[in-house]
């Protein structure tokens, strides 16, 4: 009762809203609402105008990765309900963007951005966000935004979607995570005007991914909720699977181990049915990364042992994913770190030191400083050589 008052709806109104198969596309009334429920506009996928009460503000651009507070209280309640009531607000194919097929050039331009596309994003799993992040967004700002007219086509939009898509992940894995929420606010967007459905939810599980790895655990387990209702008309195993992996580690975050292990499950389940084409967005989400996935659930949960079993599954990876097996490594050495395996810890902490020498990534340095933490109550000769190593190469330790 008390949302529809903030609404302005009647109660029955907020009743069919919640229970439509099809939830509400009017981007004047999501804006209203928004205004009304106080939704920080850094949460929202559609652009709100600020006015003098809109203390949301401009992205803003931090140098290292900040912790993010969580939303609680009243303004939680409301954020989650938000999402409920509209269902996310992206049951893309009920817009329509109205898009031509697009010309020849049109054509011919959208194979160009996907081919690099390709090749930014090997780079990035290669040696990192940094490496390739300013060379992709001057590509897209000078030729691709500028095609972006009411007449471009329905590909051009999907492949402008993907390339801010990446860019919202290197701006993250570079520390720069407002920056990083932008373009994936921009991605959603453009999902729109391309109505591309499964892209809309993996955008909204990008941002629950995010919002775990800076500990803000209620909003990781609402993007995984909007990312849920985005897909519901999407038959994609894999994306099922990574939603509901994602959903499980909020909910470890937040300490619900019951709801985290009905998540991992459905999880489990849904990549093991599979079937179907992956889309070139999800191809990283294969055996190794579900590993690494539930490893963290499980670290999270206090369970080290069963952590450890999946770091390791974790480490059979294909090539081509540096960073991928520097976390992966790092998460290991901290599962073990917490069984107090010193001296195995040590060994494996090593291992993802030496590979951070071609790897650049603030999110890199962020797991071995977690590791360095977890070290910190056992003051050995490892340790402190492991130390050592980490100041190297700028990784902060619990002594520095």
């Keep these: 009762m008390q949302l529809a008052e903030w609404l302005g709806i009647d109660q029955a109104n907020l009743s069919r809203h919640e229970r439509a198969c099809r939830p509400t596309v009017r981007l004047d009334k999501l804006e209203q609402w928004a205004r009304m429920l106080r ?132 701006a993250y894995d570079i520390g720069q995570p407002e920056l990083g929420r932008y373009h994936l606010r921009e991605a959603v967007r453009l999902c729109r005007r391309a109505e591309d459905v499964p892209l809309a939810a993996e955008t909204f599980a990008g941002m629950s991914h995010q919002a775990a790895f800076q500990g803000a655990a209620d909003t ?98 294909n090539e081509g994913y540096e960073r991928g097996r520097l976390f992966n490594t790092a998460l290991l050495a901290s599962s073990l770190a917490d069984q107090r395996r010193v001296e195995e810890a040590c060994a494996e902490g090593g291992q993802a030191v030496a590979m951070l020498q071609q790897v650049r990534s603030v999110r890199a340095t962020a797991y071995l400083s977690d590791l360095a933490r977890r070290l910190a109550p056992f003051d050995t000769a490892s340790v402190r050589e492991l130390y050592e190593r980490m100041h190297e190469v700028g990784v902060a330790t619990p002594e520095a």
């Design 220 to 317: 990781a387990v609402d993007f995984a909720l909007a990312a849920e209702q985005a897909s519901a008309s999407v038959d994609l195993p894999v994306l099922t699977a990574e939603i509901n992996i994602l959903a499980a580690h909020g909910h470890a975050l937040k300490g619900e181990k019951s709801e985290c292990l009905h998540a991992l499950r459905e999880g489990e389940r849904a990549f093991e049915r599979g079937g179907g084409e992956t889309p070139p967005w999800l191809t990283y989400f294969d055996d190794a990364y579900l590993a690494a996935k539930t490893a963290h659930v499980f670290r999270e949960l206090g369970m080290p042992a069963e952590a450890e079993t999946y770091a390791r599954r974790s480490l059979r990876m």
């Design 39 to 170: 939704i920080p506009r850094r949460l929202l996928w559609f652009h709100v105008e600020p006015d003098a009460s809109d203390s949301g503000g401009s992205p803003v651009v931090p140098s290292t990765i900040a912790a993010t507070t969580p939303v609680s209280g009243d303004d939680d309640m409301q954020r989650r309900q938000f999402l409920r009531a509209t269902g996310a607000a992206v049951t893309l194919g009920a817009v329509g963007s109205g898009a031509l097929t697009g010309t020849n050039e049109q054509s011919t331009l959208v194979a160009e951005v996907r081919q690099m596309i390709a090749a930014f994003r090997a780079s990035d799993n290669r040696y990192g966000g940094s490496h390739s992040r300013s060379s992709l967004a001057a590509y897209f700002n000078r030729t691709v935004k500028p095609q972006l007219s009411v007449r471009a086509s329905t590909g051009l939009f999907a492949a402008a979607a993907e390339m801010q898509h990446l860019a919202g992940w290197m």
